[in-house]
DNA sequence: ATCGTTTGCGAAAACGATTTCCGAGTTCTG
DNA sequence: CAGAACTCGGAAATCGTTTTCGCAAACGAT
């Protein structure tokens, strides 16, 4: 590969008159450069990214630290963060953690001797010990999706709390009095923030949610299958759900339809995060929108603030989200206990 | 940042000795190497990548390109090419390609000034001017899902014709006769690969593929919705479709709901790939797998061969694929049209 | 006319590893 | 016991940039 030597001796200049015309970092007359430019064009040079980043001690890389790749909410933050780190110039090394501490700090040291410019990682736990890693560096990172208790940590998280209320308010502005909940995993702050959403819109207009409508999940598909056991046992039955994330949604809508029930004529179900998927499957999900783009280029744009600040920032920022009405919800049927359901529940 | 000097001087050894316990490059007495592996920890030392890889011209890097990350059977290839590479002590460098030339060529510059050891290309095209800037290289590259009518790239692909025949096969089993097919981009070997195989299996049985029972797609869900318009107007009606993937069956089946008709009782549909929605759906998909954890692995190990080997290989690894039945295929039902969809059409 | 600043450029020192070369001591081998 | 072969380890070159430093010329302001 040609070097920079090789376009210096072209060109008749110095390495370092060849790096400045490059970089644009000091002023060069306009025929050297005209000659320099000639001589990379003419053996297609390309700068090598490693020699460059072990001097300026900069990677020119940002690392994504995910909990689980093909999960299809995550998916959507990898793409738009992709590219918005493509326009920034900059690689984007991706890691699976499998939610896994070992495996997690394990890619993180990978990061930090690859001397990269900023990590942001999608939910990582508050304890992890790759953080402590990171702040025995001046590496700048942010925490995509979950907001961490101890305040001292930059953020960017969707606004949990309205996400709650819109779908509370929306299953009652159909006249849905008997609505449940199915929660992601309670000991994660925005979980237990969408619950507090969701109950306060119900308490304003009159309702209480009991705690045996309360079913904590763990954010996946087979959680939501799971749960319809557990609902078509409540008595008085609920006619309506709203699930903390849509692969929960969806679970449950596969589960009541395995059952032999008709979502939305028997039960109303909405979600979180409007996946793609939620516009493949029949009755197409009702859901809460993640901001999945405005939130990764939040996350990176903080992340490059982060750096030409030169100093750890605390900043949290929270981004709108909206209800997104499809299919899956409709007014609950008048009758007080639908007579389909009676004969479904006699058939188990 | 502790760098080689500081471990070797609190050890009391050279530099070189530092770097020779690292890499166990050359013998090293067990006092001196564990004066020095105390010293690493002491400080805790994490050898610089970038210093490493500007010396030794391999950056432990693997590039992939993609040429849409969110989609879903490409987001099953990411997560296990990150796994695999990850176990070879390397990093993954992750671009999507939008299927957009520049782009993609912009990427694999990218790659090529970082050093890479190796790119994955998931579905790149023929004459793609990426792999004209690898060829002046000496970076190994492999392309997986697609094979390249130029036999000298080294690729990994699925058993692509096995794939039709086996969903021609059970879709016969189940004793349909009228079956159709919706492809992917013709203009794709693949999709010709996988549409032989099915019509081969077809004739096989005694049965034709009449062209206008050939349905032409993209590949994408929407793609699966459009074509039922087309579907229902066959006349005599068809009672099977196998579609070249998963998202244009799961399209099709959605298609299906939409127009009130019931899978697989008014049609049964197939697709490839087996992605997580085949599950989330109702009725669940039945599919051909693609072995996607399998061809992902082969591409990784792959590439180090090609790189240990020093030479371009041009192997081309097919992986077998099997079928899963799921809930989306039964017999067709018996009356030659269906009472149903005969009052379907007339509401229309 | 003078002083300070900006422009323009080259030489050389980093950056932090790997790798080559070399030499001294030890152990085989015949 | 001589010579070959292997073990162990240091010095120094090297990878390809960026960056600091220095110097000369040109420019602007007092």
Redesign the interface.
């Known amino acids: 590969?040609a070097s920079m030597k090789d376009v210096a001796k072209m060109a008749g200049v110095s390495i370092s008159t060849v790096s400045r015309v490059i970089n644009d970092t000091h002023p060069v007359d306009g025929r050297t450069r005209g000659a320099v430019e000639d001589a990379i064009r003419r053996i297609?040079y390309?700068?090598?990214?490693?020699?460059a980043?072990?001097r300026s001690k900069s990677?020119n890389?940002i690392g994504l630290a995910v909990p689980?790749?093909?999960h299809?909410s995550f998916?959507?933050f990898?793409?738009h963060t992709?590219?918005c780190v493509?326009e920034h110039k900059h690689?984007?090394?991706?890691?699976?953690t499998h939610s896994d501490p070992d495996a997690e700090a394990e890619?993180i040291?990978?990061l930090?001797?690859?001397?990269v410019d900023g990590i942001i990682f999608i939910r990582v736990s508050d304890q992890s010990r790759a953080l402590d890693m990171l702040n025995?560096?001046s590496i700048p990172y942010v925490v995509l999706d979950r907001a961490l208790e101890s305040g001292t940590v930059p953020t960017v998280t969707m606004d949990n709390f309205t996400a709650g209320q819109l779908a509370a308010e929306h299953l009652l502005g159909l006249g849905h009095s008997r609505i449940a909940c199915l929660t992601g995993p309670l000991d994660v702050a925005l979980c237990r923030e969408r619950l507090n959403g969701f109950t306060q819109a119900l308490s304003h207009a009159g309702h209480r949610l009991p705690d045996q409508w309360i079913f904590e999940g763990d954010f996946r598909?087979e959680s939501g299958v799971r749960t319809v056991e557990l609902l078509l046992d409540t008595e008085p039955r609920i006619t309506a759900l709203w699930a903390q994330n849509d692969?929960m949604a969806?679970?449950i809508?596969?589960g009541l339809?395995?059952h032999g029930l008709v979502v939305p004529r028997d039960m109303s179900v909405a979600g979180v995060d409007d996946i793609?998927?939620c516009?493949?499957?029949?009755p197409q999900l009702t859901t809460v929108s993640q901001p999945f783009e405005a939130m990764s280029r939040a996350a990176v744009q903080l992340l490059m603030r982060e750096r030409s600040a030169g100093k750890r920032l605390t900043e949290r920022i929270v981004i709108p989200t909206e209800l997104v009405v499809r299919q899956s919800t409709a007014p609950p049927a008048d009758s007080t206990v639908s007579p389909h359901l009676k004969t479904q529940k006699e058939l188990l």
Chains 1, 2 share one sequence.
Do not use: S, Y
Request: no cysteine; proline share 2%.
């Open positions: 590969m297609n390309r700068p090598n990214l490693l020699a980043g072990l990677g890389l689980d790749i093909a299809h998916e959507e990898i793409k992709e590219q493509r690689g984007l090394i991706i890691g699976d890619f040291d990978h930090i001797r690859r001397n025995a560096t598909f692969l969806i679970g809508i596969g339809i395995d793609v998927t516009r493949m499957v029949r």
